[in-house]
């Protein structure tokens, strides 16, 4: 069944702009598409320090590679992402107490920065989700540009029930996508929601049925593989700046992505292959 095929993934090679991936994280790249999956099934994916920092390199380089015109993100076995794996994390050391603030400093350069570098870059990233979804790991779906949900996908934010708040993002991505009250519900009170709801909510793109996730989440990625690249990734960057800016600012943006774009390859494709008589071909240039 799709869900447990193995992903085919080899490592990256001949790109010394990207790092060699950790153990627990496959990378391929094929043509347009630069493919990332999670690799620790039997940590149901859990993320570790390795793998986050990997990650974080990876997305940088794609957003400066012209033949990445797309990131695929999965997850090997029948789970997305449980979070973060504290079990790698040594016990706490009574007799050497951290400097005060080591954890917020921590935090900025680690899983802080993955998700600021997902929302960051022009390459679009698509994710597909199954099974469990948990923390640090519903954020790098929501932080994602495009993500499907299996209905049976099981998302929660534990945090406040183990006794910490979020981190990565939680409190910035959920109200934005969900609102204010239902983003509460799922902090503060660490419900857990089916990938239905979570669909229905608007927290990610659509939810659909188990055996169809890998096909659905792949025709959204060779749709963008193939659609104006420039064009798009100046859209993510207009979308995102518009939740900060004014209307004002966001109008003088726009203009400015336009200029941009009305320079590319792909802006000038649909004229030609209109006098051509053909298909058009964006070649993301």
Known sequence: ?????????????????????????LVA???????????????????????????????????????????ALTANGDHYCSGFDLSLRPPPDPSARPRTGATQRQLRWHVNR?????QETQTPIVTAVRGWCVGLGV?????????LVAHDARIREPFTTIGFPPDSGGTWLLPRLVGVARAKELLMLGR????????????????????????????????????????????????H???????????AEEGLAIELSSRSDDFKEPGKAKKEGRPVRFEGR
């Not at 954020?139 to 993500?147: N, Q």
């Open 192 to 239: 857990e929601l089916s990938g239905a709801t979570a669909a229905e909510w608007g927290m990610v793109l659509r939810a659909v049925d188990d055996d169809e996730l890998d096909a659905s989440a792949e025709a959204l990625v060779q749709e963008l593989a193939g659609a104006a690249t420039v064009a798009v990734g100046l859209t993510k960057q207009l979308i």
């Open 114 to 118: 993955l998700i600021t570098t997902m």
């Open 29 to 71: 790249h094929e043509g347009a598409v630069l493919r990332l999956a999670l690799d620790r099934a039997q940590r149901r994916n859990a993320l570790t320090d390795d793998i986050v920092l990997a990650l974080i390199d990876i997305v940088e380089a794609a957003g400066s590679d012209d033949t990445v015109r797309v990131i």
């Open 139 to 147: 954020h790098l779906a929501l932080a994602a540009d495009f993500t």
């Open 241 to 251: 700046h518009s939740l900060t800016n004014s209307l004002e600012g966001q109008l």
């Open 1 to 25: 069944m799709a869900r447990r095929r193995r992903e085919t993934l080899a490592r990256v090679t001949g790109l010394k702009a990207y790092p060699d991936p950790p153990e627990g994280l």
